[in-house]
């Protein structure tokens, strides 16, 4: 499979609703997609790297150069067996690891597609069908914050996670428990505390969380596995498992007892499916984190969760949570029953609609091997 040529573009998409997390709101996103053009067939992903360097330092603006200069000339005119040989041809570049998923997983789609097989079987999937949760922003009042937590349940979704801030944490779960004292429930905090808070985030214990989310330094693992010693609630880490190697260190030491894998943020499909089986050797669950993402980097999600060990419901929800009209047909729907179908179809099981893509491409630009 020869990679001839790579097409970059930025789309713009409003999101149905402001997203805002303790990092900031996002009204709009600025979505990087990928096309790698293989021998007549074209693999697509997504770039989930941010509007703003908040979650992580890379961002929109950071990746473009990035593919442009390094990722894209390190694999254009290579002829390639696997999307597994991607990384190697990739790792002269330090970080910048969500611009690496992006054309890593290009290839992966592209792979599955010449080889007519779904994506899903080709990642060593197994599931046919995969339990989805929600991921529910700070709101402008906890009113709103309930309407949205009703809907969610109305619509079946197996799991709520809120955001979490100082000044919007215990007084807040308190009031969803006291509605909803059941329901499977988690917070993410996106790196709002610090170590000196511990007395405060064991207040969090009262409320029978699933788990609490990066509630440190987003850098930090050695000081998350000193909270977790103080705390009953798991942790779950999502900002500081950036390699299978940052997986396999705060297993070791005890930082987390649950891990979200984002397939962005730990550099494409092969370092997130070492880092499940890792979890997997030593019976540590995993979830599938989102992004915000378009219906191509929600498929890729989607792939990823048939995995055996994603038994936790992912942040992996339906289309129409984040858009008016989603760039993939058919949408991403979740049943009743909270789960999302698999597809067997080659590929991802979803068609990329390239009109709208054009019409929502505000750049773009393709790159060949220089003769
Ligand atoms: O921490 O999981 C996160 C969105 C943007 C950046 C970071 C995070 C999130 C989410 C949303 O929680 C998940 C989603 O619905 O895509
Ligand atoms: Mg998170």
């Not at 703003?52 to 254009?76: C, G, K």
């Not at 999307?83 to 190697?88: G, T, V």
Request: charge should be neutral; hydrophobic fraction near 40%.
């Amino acid at each position: 499979m020869k990679i001839e040529a790579i097409t970059i573009r930025e789309i713009q998409m409003p999101l149905v609703h402001f997203f805002e997390t303790s990092f900031g709101r996002t009204y709009r996103r600025r979505i990087l997609l990928l096309t790698a053009h293989c021998e007549g067939v074209d693999g697509w992903a997504e770039c989930v790297a941010g509007e703003d360097p908040f979650y992580s330092s890379e961002w929109a603006e950071s990746a473009w150069p990035t593919i442009v200069r390094y990722l894209a000339p390190a694999v254009l005119g290579k002829d390639l067996d696997s999307a597994r040989e991607c990384p190697a041809l990739l790792a002269r570049v330090r970080g910048h690891r969500m611009a690496k998923a992006a054309l890593e997983n290009a290839v992966w789609d592209a792979e599955a597609k010449q080889k007519k097989v779904s994506l899903w079987k080709l990642l060593g999937g197994t599931r046919t069908e995969i339990p989805c949760g929600v991921s529910i922003g700070i709101q402008d009042s906890v009113e709103q914050l309930m309407e949205k937590i009703e809907t969610a349940l109305a619509a079946g979704y197996g799991r709520i996670k809120v955001k979490v801030k100082p000044g919007w944490d215990v007084n807040v779960l308190e009031q969803i428990r006291s509605r909803w004292a059941d329901i499977t429930l988690s917070c993410d905090a996106n790196s709002a505390y610090t170590l000196d808070q511990v007395e405060h985030l064991r207040d969090f214990d009262q409320f029978n969380l699933l788990m609490i989310e990066q509630p440190l330094w987003d850098d930090d693992i050695f000081y998350h596995a000193r909270l977790q010693k103080q705390l009953r609630s798991a942790i779950c880490l999502d900002e500081s498992i950036v390699s299978a190697r940052a997986a396999a260190t705060a297993l070791d030491i005890g930082a987390c007892r649950i891990i979200n894998i984002k397939v962005g943020r730990v550099g494409g499909f092969t370092e997130a499916v070492k880092i499940h089986n890792i979890c997997q050797s030593q019976k540590i669950p995993v979830w599938c984190g989102g992004m915000l993402e378009s219906g191509i980097g929600r498929a890729h999600n989607i792939a990823l969760s048939t995995l055996p060990n994603f038994s936790l419901p992912g942040d992996v929800s339906a289309s129409q949570r984040y858009w008016k009209e989603d760039i993939i047909a058919p949408e991403v729907t979740v049943r009743s029953q909270g789960t999302i179908a698999i597809s067997n179809e080659a590929g991802t099981g979803y068609r990329i609609k390239e009109d709208l893509i054009e019409k929502l491409t505000v750049r773009k630009e393709t790159i060949r091997r220089e003769a």
